[in-house]
């Protein structure tokens, strides 16, 4: 089965280093509080699921539409797809959302969202991605697990 | 009995039995002692060789063609072997069963000393006429291809007069082999037999009957215990295809046709041939196919994520090029062909929106550039203007450093093709654009310029050194930043090389003002660093080094402050050499002078800045030759010796005068000095003197040279630890002397280091010690900068690590039973021994650390379970069995580790661990844990640091894989 990616050539956006490790990361007493580079950093490195190429490098995601609220335990995402017709809008979701359920404490509520007016079929996908037994589901399904966990492991 | 084969029954027997094969050789021994004629012995085999079954004629030459391999090569005459030759001839004809052993025999033949070539003619058309070479089996194949490969190095001028039908015999007899063994061969043998034997007409076909291979596609049995491998082939396959010139155009045909192929390898292969193409080729030949070849080269160059396809394009693209810019004074294809590239690339850099995409562009600019001189200058010339332009138009900082960076590369390539007079006006632009950049406030932008500045100095031109001095002085005096304070002063004294009257006049007696040095005291530490970098420059050696000294002399408040700038850059063996160091020593007296500050302030001053100041002296001692050495030491020592007596403080300056001569320096004063120190080592209430005083003995057993002289030395040292019951008075301090003798003996490979290293091994297993024991093990196997290295002319035996940790390892048998807090330190010992060996030797020893690994990870000490840690790691990664073994005890450790409040390393460690655990071993015996693991690592991903998290996130996404649909694993 070959299909022709959605999004033949997409731009390419720059890397960015990685967070440079701070004195006060390194002091045992100070308390580091999860920040919005820290969720960045957990899913920059997703694979897109058409390219060889990560989120952060199609700038499917980035640190300024992620907010977190440590006070609340909440953690919104907001992801953009490239082109508004993207038919891996969903599948993207679910990986960050996985990812995200795997690498956050569980005292944390996440969102994931299209980010507003970037997909034809915004409210249909935003649906999709906050109903539980809907992502339950879809882990169930044996291919969509395999190809969610390729997109993730790369890192 | 006699022996059949003298009598003519030997044809009965032969077809009889099979006995007599396994006796050839008492044959052949009756040969050679003349019993029996080869004559002789063919009319008794008359029977068997003209017998009307084919099976027993196939047994007859079977029988002969053993015996004609058993001979020795040059016994049979020519007139003999002509003889064999048309018997064997004759035996072609015969029936399909007979002719492997002709085939074997007649090989036998050809490699015969007086064998004659003119045989060859006729053997090689009724060969050719008689038997089908592919209807034979593998090894008969083999044996003709042998045939012609021995007679082609045995004559080949009577080869190649065979003519056109010899060759065509070849052909159709290796057209459509298929074993990959013979493949091997006959590829072997044909890249030597097409450079040697003219085709003629029949290059068409030759290059057909090879061409069908290509690209390769094969895959060994799995069962083959010395498979061929695909690469293998392909690399014999390789200069075949392009082994004579004749091949040129249907080879690019191929190529061109393959280069387009979906499939990688034939793309690799496609590219590897292209560029082996080069060496036989005519550049003609490449010119109606330039177009598509670079069309195929630059699809391959760019590709995003296939490294290995992209190395082998540039070579590819670099051979091409090399190969093309030999007509290039005749043929216009040269010019158009890098000009081509020029646009594309040109274009790529253009559009191109992060710096991964502008190296790649540039990259192949440069490797176009790096093929020939033509193709450098034609490079050169286009791009650094379009470079500077780009910097022009970019506005993101990364695009612009990275163009900096690519001007600098240009530069060099143009150096290094010597074409740089032909492009002087486009060089000069380099510079100036690195003055843009560092007119820019920002850092890296500075620091970039600067960096593409040093590389292209020479090309500096005069007017633009005042407006550079400016920027640089203004760094150096008040930047912050260690980076760039560090870049400016070496691009000052890039350009001091270049234009030493200008920086002589700019900044030594203007910007520095050395006159009045200490006149202005902001910034003084900095100008000082910059200055005593400069004095490397043997055009401002002197007068700087004699401003400074003055101030020193003077014991001006700032002295320190120059003591301290001037240790710093003339231990930066880079800057001054030993050589230099000498000059500077003879010629203005450095050490009077600053041993003269030293003794000064030994009371009063700051201890920071003693310290430049001994370090000042030991490191100019190192640099001087034996006899002036001897000279300093001469006349200090009585004067230094004599006050260290009354007052200990003198010692620092009598231990940095003698940590670093030389080993042959020896004099009557050493066996006090010697005295003195072992007596400090233990009695000196200040730390510092303790610990050099423990260094000088250190040094001195290292150091002195076997025979009369070390036997001293180590006598004083017997006497001392005997003298006053040492034995059973044990103090910290004689631990910490223990471990320095032991280093240094063992350090030189002295044997006598093992009754030191005893001496600590027993306060081990005391309870008061231990602590101090293992401390002093730790002490032997930690590497100083400062202490017992080649820079202090110590004796440094290669591998003494892996010895101290065989003699550790034998000497631990010996260790008693030990309490909880005991075994603690002896643990902690050994960890301190296996840290600091290369961890390829534990891997023998994995059974015996294991167990010691996996017991530490019970104890509550930070560096133990640092360095036990760190080697479980490294035996996980190595898969080792014994770790797969225990993990039932193991994983739970690790897990309770991932807790461990006192300190983060260790958590991030056992959580590495468990990551590497995931990755190393099989899904099988993983399996079991995962559900526990999952569960037990989450309370990490919300640890209070941020890197434990990291960690945490890595190893808890990893096991989430851990037979997944999806994971990357083999099992």
Redesign the interface.
Known sequence: MTKIADNINPHVYEKNSDREVTSTERDEDVEDEFDEREIFDLIRNINDPEHPLTLEELRVVEESNITVNNKDNTVDVNFTPTIPHCSMATLIGLSIRVQLLRALPSRFKVTVRVTEGSHASEHAVNKQLADKERVAAALENNNLVQIINQCVAAQ | MSSSWLTPSLSEDLIKNNDLFKETHSIIADIMSGRLDIVQLVENMGGVLTNKEAEHRDKGMRFFTKILKELPQDYLTEAMINFISKFYIDRLKDNHRVIPAVLEGYLAIVNMTNYNVTNSGEFFTVLFREVPCQSQLRQDRYNIYCIVQTLLNKNLEYIKSLGPDFVYGVISSMDGERDPRNLLFLFGFLSTFLKDVPLGHLVDDMFEVISCYYPIDFHPAPDDPAPVTRQDLANALCPCLCAVPEFGEQCLVLLVEKLDSSLRLAKIDSLRLLKESCNTFKAETYGPFLKTLWASIHREISH??DEELKMVAHETLSALITKLATVSNTDQSFENFVKGILISMQTAIAES?????LVQASKVLLTAANASKESCLIVIRSMIPATVAYYGFKT?S?LQIASLDFLGDLYEMAVHWEVIEQLGAEVNEIPQLCLTAVSQPSKEYQIAGFKTLIRVRNALQSELVLPFIEVLVHNVQFSQDKDLLSVSVETVHAIARKYPEDIMTLVIKGKCDLENLTQDKEALQKRLNLLSNLASIDDFTKIIIEEMLKIITKNDEDASKVVEAMNESMSNASLYSNEKLTEIESDHGLIDSILSWVTSELHTGSKEGLSHGFMLIANTMSSLSVEKQQKVLSKHTGNVLEKCKSDEAYFHILSCLYSSVHQSVYDSSFEDIMTLALTLSLQSKDDDIRTKACVLVAHFLNKAEYGQKFEVLYELLKNFQSDGNREQALSTTLIVLYGWVTKALIMRGNDMFTFWLQKIMTTLSCQEFSQHGSEAIKLVMTDYPDYLNSKHHCRSGLLYKQRMYQSFKSLTGNIGPENDDTKQYYLLSWAYVLEKVPKTVLNNDVGKIAPLIVESLEYDNKDLLQVMLDILCHFIQEKHDVIALSLQTILPRLLNLSKYV???DVRIKSLQCLYEIANAYRTMILLPHKQDILLDL??S??D????V??MA??A??RW??VG?????KEN
């Open positions: 995003k994520t929106s992060t710096v991964a995409q993101t990364k006192k300190s983060m989450a309370p991903l919300d209070k640091k941020r890197l998290r990291n996130v890595k808890r996404t989430f894989l997944a649909p999806g994971e990357a």
